[in-house]
T-cell receptor
Framework: GAVVSQHPSRVICKSGTSVKIECRSLDFQATTMFWYRQFPKQSLMLMATSNEGSKATYEQGVEKDKFLINHASLTLSTLTVTSAHPEDSSFYIC?????????????FGPGTRLTVL | GQQLNQSPQSMFIQEGEDVSMNCTSSSIFNTWLWYKQDPGEGPVLLIALYKAGELTSNGRLTAQFGITRKDSFLNISASIPSDVGIYFC??????????????FGTGTKLQVIP
C-alpha cells in the first residue's frame, strides 16, 4: 500500500529557532501533499495544500511567511516553521495524494510532534 | 465555514459490544470518509462513501452516507481491544473528477474494556 513518512517524528527546539519537517511518499508519486496541524484532543486542521512545482495554497488564518512549504519533487514536501514560539507546539501531520489513485484518498504520515520551549 | 460534529465525544464499551457513532454537518458533503487515529500516529482511512444512502462495510465496520448528505454513521460490531482509538469522520464537498478539500470532524474517542 501507499506509505508516507515524516521526519523527524519528534523535535524539541528553543523559541525563535526554525524547524523543518519533511514529508515523503515512499512508493508513489504525489502531485499534491497536505499539511495539517492537530492540537491535543482536537481534530486535524488543514494548514495548506502543496502542489509539486507551484506555490502552496494556505488556509485562512495560516501565515504563509511563518509556515514555509516547499514541494520540490513528486515525493517530497517540506514544512518549515520559522521563528517558532511555544504556541506553535503541536502535532503536524502531512498527507499525500497518489495521482494514479482514487481522487479522494489521502495517505497520512505518522506525524511530527513539535515542542517549542 | 463548514463544521462536522461527531457524537458521542467519547465512549467506554465492553469488549464484544457493538458501537455506533455519528457525524453531522451544517452543510452538504458529497463524499464522506471515516478514519481511525491511534495515539501519536496519522489517521488511517477505514471507509469511503460516495453516494447518498450508500451503506458500505469493511470487516466489522459499517458506514452509511445519510440521505440528506449532511450526516454519516459508523458502526463497529463485536468490538475488540484493538478498536481503541479516535475515530474521525471527514467530508468532501465536491463531486468525482477532481480533488476537494477534506474537512475533519471533532472525533469520537473509543475505549474498549476487556
Amino acid at each position: 500500500g501507499a506509505v508516507v513518512s515524516q521526519h523527524p517524528s519528534r523535535v524539541i527546539c528553543k523559541s525563535g529557532t526554525s524547524v523543518k519537517i519533511e514529508c515523503r511518499s515512499l512508493d508513489f508519486q504525489a502531485t499534491t501533499m497536505f499539511w495539517y496541524r492537530q492540537f491535543p484532543k482536537q481534530s486535524l486542521m488543514l494548514m495548506a495544500t502543496s502542489n509539486e512545482g507551484s506555490k502552496a495554497t494556505y488556509e485562512q488564518g495560516v501565515e504563509k511567511d511563518k509556515f514555509l512549504i516547499n514541494h520540490a519533487s513528486l515525493t517530497l514536501s517540506t514544512l518549515t516553521v520559522t521563528s517558532a514560539h511555544p504556541e506553535d507546539s503541536s502535532f503536524y501531520i502531512c498527507s499525500a495524494r497518489d495521482w494514479r489513485g482514487s481522487y479522494n484518498e489521502q495517505f497520512f504520515g505518522p506525524g511530527t510532534r513539535l515542542t517549542v520551549l | 465555514g463548514q463544521q462536522l460534529n461527531q457524537s458521542p465525544q467519547s465512549m467506554f464499551i465492553q469488549e464484544g459490544e457493538d458501537v455506533s457513532m455519528n457525524c453531522t454537518s451544517s452543510s452538504i458533503f458529497n463524499t464522506w470518509l471515516w478514519y481511525k487515529q491511534d495515539p501519536g500516529e496519522g489517521p488511517v482511512l477505514l471507509i469511503a462513501l460516495y453516494k447518498a444512502g450508500e451503506l458500505t462495510s469493511n470487516g466489522r465496520l459499517t458506514a452509511q452516507f445519510g440521505i440528506t448528505r449532511k450526516d454519516s454513521f459508523l458502526n463497529i460490531s463485536a468490538s475488540i481491544p484493538s478498536d481503541v482509538g479516535i475515530y474521525f469522520c471527514a467530508g468532501q464537498p465536491g463531486w468525482a473528477g477532481g480533488y476537494q478539500k477534506v474537512t475533519f470532524g471533532t472525533g469520537t474517542k473509543l475505549q474498549v474494556i476487556p
